[in-house]
């Protein structure tokens, strides 16, 4: 099963294109080069599932057209609507640029503050307020941090560490 911290997102589908399931991917990501097979992730259900691209092709600087295995109609395509649409992390060379990352990638992080030292781990973000969260289990019960890239001082993506810098009183909460 593919989890959330897998993946990074890449962009969101908008409308499809046509009437033979291609599908319009509002992305700024370089897509690999050719020869291998590419899988584009979505959330249908609750449940992250990998779609096999046939087909692909820009349209613009920040939209690339998309024909997914097994979408062969717009009716089909209409499923795809404003979903957002992730890569798998293990495919992507390199270092996930920050703008790529998304708070989700940091589930599972341990968190230590360069004051308190550690915290505990990220288990979850809150994107249900107007200011996005990171729900931190830590001994003592649950602590809820703003998701602010001032309060990161560091950030270790292979060894899945975080170092932040809180404001005062904030672990006093």
């Known amino acids: 099963m593919i989890e959330k911290e897998d993946v990074v ?7 499809p294109h046509g009437i033979k399931g291609e599908l319009s991917l509002v992305t700024d ?9 590419i899988f584009l992730i979505c959330e249908m259900d609750g449940i992250l599932v990998p779609f096999l691209v ?7 600087d920040t939209v690339t ?15 795809f609507v404003n979903k957002e649409v992730y890569f798998p992390l293990e495919a992507v060379e390199g270092e996930v640029p920050l703008g790529e990352m998304t708070w989700d990638n940091l589930i599972g992080y341990a968190v230590t503050d360069t ?3 550690y915290i505990g781990v990220i288990t979850d973000v809150d994107d249900t307020t107007a200011n996005v969260l990171l729900r931190i289990d830590r001994a003592g019960g649950e602590l809820l ?4 890239e001032e309060l990161i001082t560091d950030a270790d993506h292979e060894a899945r560490r975080l170092v932040v810098s809180l404001p005062e009183g904030l672990l006093d909460l």
């Open 65 to 79: 057209l998309v024909k997914l295995e097994g979408v062969d109609s717009e009716e089909e395509a209409r499923r």
């Open 145 to 148: 941090i703003p998701a602010a």
């Open 115 to 117: 004051h308190a030292g």
């Open 54 to 60: 046939e087909e692909s092709r820009y349209k613009s």
């Open 9 to 15: 997102k890449i962009g969101r589908f908008a409308k």
């Open 29 to 37: 990501f370089e897509w690999p080069e050719e020869g291998d097979d």
